[in-house]
């Protein structure tokens, strides 16, 4: 029962030697070149959140402004359709 155990070990340190191969070459050199590639995505990650920031913050203001507009606007409807109203029945009483 141990030589089956033994194989299992092996084969185990066989796949995780070829692992590391395929991440980056299993030494230093790849550990450096990995640690410079995640400090470069981090950057970029820290970049895109501040324009993420600007942008949510920019798309609140336009969406606080966009009510005010609509506030507005719908207050001047009314006193548009009022207004009609007045010339409508000055018009009749002309008539």
Do not use: C, F
């Amino acid at each position: 029962m141990a030589a089956p155990l033994a194989d299992q070990v092996a084969a185990l340190e066989k796949r995780a030697d070829s692992l590391e191969q395929k991440v980056g070459g299993g030494g230093a050199v790849g550990d450096a070149a990995t640690v410079r590639r995640l400090e470069a995505l981090m950057k970029v990650i820290e970049e895109d959140r501040a324009e993420a920031e600007a942008v949510a913050a920019e798309r609140d203001r336009l969406r606080e402004s966009n009510e005010k507009l609509e506030e507005k606007l719908a207050k001047a409807n009314y006193r548009i359709e009022h207004l009609l109203r007045a010339l409508a029945d000055a018009d009749e009483k002309k008539k």
